[in-house]
C-alpha cells in the first residue's frame, strides 16, 4: 500500500515544521511529515524524486511578492507538472493559515480582554488583509489599515507581513508565534499550558478544546479544507 509523504521546506523545531506534524498527526496519522530545510532543498528533492509508487504532498510557502520565491516556485511547478505522483498545495505559508483562521480574535483573546482595544489597529489589519486576499485582490500594500499597522508596508512581502502580524496579535498569550516558537494552546489541548498564570484567560476559557478538536477547526475554518480537498488528503472524522 502506498505511503503519503507531506514535505515541507522548514527545518525541524521551527514553528512551521511543528504546527505541520501536529495537524497531520491528528487529521492525517497515516501522512509522513519530512523537512527538507529550506525552499531551495525541496525543490531540489522534488526534482530528483524517482519514487513513482509512493504520494507527495509539497507545501512550499507562496510568498507573492518575493521574486526569489516566485522563480523557485515557477521551476517547482514544473518538476511537480512532470510527476504524476506529486502534488503542490496553494499555501502562502502557514502563518498566514493562523491568521486567516475564521475563530483567531475569538481563541486568542477572552471577551472582556484589554487587548482587543490595546490591539484594536493590529485586529483591522488582520480583517482586511485576510478580506483582501480571499477576494483576489493583491494590492494589499494600498489598504488604509495595513499602511497604518505596518509603516514600513514597502520593504516587507506577505510572509513577512503575515508573520509579524500574527507574532504582534497573539504576543503574550499562550497561542504566541515566532519563527522559533508556537504557543502551546496551539498543539496542546486545553489546558496543558505548563507557563499559564491565573490572570491568563483566552476564549476558550469556557469552551475548552482538545488538541484534536483544535486541529479540526483550523482545518475548517481556513484555507486548508479547499487545499487538502484538492490533494485528496482525507481527514480523520
Same mark, same amino acid.
Given at each position: 500500500?502506498?505511503?503519503?509523504? =507531506? #514535505?515541507?521546506?522548514?527545518?525541524?523545531?521551527?514553528?512551521?515544521? $511543528?504546527?505541520?506534524?501536529? =495537524?497531520?498527526? @491528528?487529521?492525517?496519522?497515516?501522512?509522513?511529515? %519530512?523537512?527538507?530545510? &529550506? +525552499?531551495? %532543498?525541496?525543490?531540489?528533492?522534488?526534482?530528483? =524524486?524517482?519514487?513513482?509508487?509512493? /504520494?507527495? *504532498?509539497?507545501?512550499?510557502?507562496?510568498?507573492?511578492?518575493?521574486?526569489?520565491?516566485?522563480?523557485?516556485?515557477?521551476?517547482?511547478?514544473?518538476?511537480?507538472?512532470?510527476?504524476? &505522483?506529486?502534488?503542490?498545495?496553494?499555501?502562502?505559508?502557514?502563518?498566514?493559515?493562523?491568521?486567516?483562521?475564521?475563530?483567531? $480574535?475569538? #481563541?486568542?483573546?477572552?471577551?472582556?480582554?484589554?487587548?482587543?482595544?490595546? @490591539?484594536?489597529?493590529?485586529?483591522?489589519?488582520?480583517?482586511?488583509?485576510?478580506?483582501?486576499?480571499?477576494?483576489?485582490?493583491?494590492?494589499? /500594500?494600498?489598504?488604509?489599515?495595513? !499602511? %497604518?499597522?505596518?509603516?514600513?508596508?514597502?520593504?516587507? &512581502?506577505? %510572509?513577512?507581513?503575515?508573520? @509579524?502580524?500574527?507574532?504582534? =496579535?497573539?504576543?503574550?498569550?499562550?497561542?504566541? !508565534?515566532?519563527?522559533?516558537?508556537?504557543?502551546?494552546?496551539?498543539?496542546?489541548?486545553?489546558?496543558? #499550558?505548563?507557563?499559564?498564570?491565573?490572570?491568563?484567560?483566552?476564549?476558550?476559557? &469556557? +469552551? @475548552?478544546?482538545?488538541?484534536?478538536?483544535?486541529?479540526?477547526? *483550523?482545518?475548517?475554518?481556513?484555507?486548508?479544507?479547499?487545499?487538502?480537498? /484538492?490533494?485528496?488528503?482525507? *481527514?480523520?472524522?
Amino acid at each position: 500500500m502506498a505511503t503519503t509523504f =507531506l #514535505w515541507i521546506e522548514d527545518r525541524k523545531g521551527k514553528a512551521s515544521y $511543528i504546527f505541520w506534524e501536529n =495537524l497531520m498527526k @491528528r487529521l492525517c496519522p497515516d501522512v509522513i511529515v %519530512e523537512s527538507k530545510k &529550506n +525552499n531551495s %532543498e525541496l525543490v531540489k528533492a522534488v526534482k530528483t =524524486l524517482q519514487d513513482e509508487e509512493n /504520494k507527495y *504532498i509539497i507545501v512550499f510557502d507562496n510568498s507573492f511578492d518575493n521574486l526569489q520565491v516566485v522563480m523557485e516556485q515557477k521551476r517547482l511547478k514544473k518538476y511537480v507538472n512532470e510527476k504524476k &505522483n506529486v502534488c503542490l498545495l496553494d499555501i502562502i505559508c502557514f502563518e498566514y493559515i493562523l491568521l486567516e483562521f475564521k475563530e483567531l $480574535i475569538e #481563541w486568542i483573546y477572552a471577551s472582556e480582554d484589554d487587548f482587543l482595544k490595546k @490591539r484594536a489597529g493590529m485586529i483591522e489589519a488582520r480583517h482586511k488583509l485576510v478580506e483582501a486576499l480571499q477576494d483576489d485582490d493583491f494590492n494589499y /500594500k494600498g489598504i488604509r489599515e495595513i !499602511v %497604518e499597522y505596518d509603516k514600513r508596508i514597502d520593504e516587507h &512581502n506577505i %510572509e513577512q507581513l503575515s508573520a @509579524r502580524l500574527l507574532y504582534d =496579535l497573539t504576543r503574550n498569550t499562550g497561542f504566541e !508565534v515566532s519563527k522559533g516558537v508556537i504557543g502551546e494552546c496551539w498543539i496542546k489541548s486545553c489546558c496543558e #499550558w505548563r507557563e499559564r498564570q491565573e490572570d491568563d484567560i483566552c476564549g476558550l476559557d &469556557n +469552551n @475548552r478544546l482538545s488538541v484534536f478538536d483544535k486541529m479540526k477547526r *483550523i482545518y475548517a475554518g481556513s484555507s486548508l479544507k479547499l487545499q487538502f480537498s /484538492k490533494v485528496g488528503l482525507e *481527514i480523520v472524522a
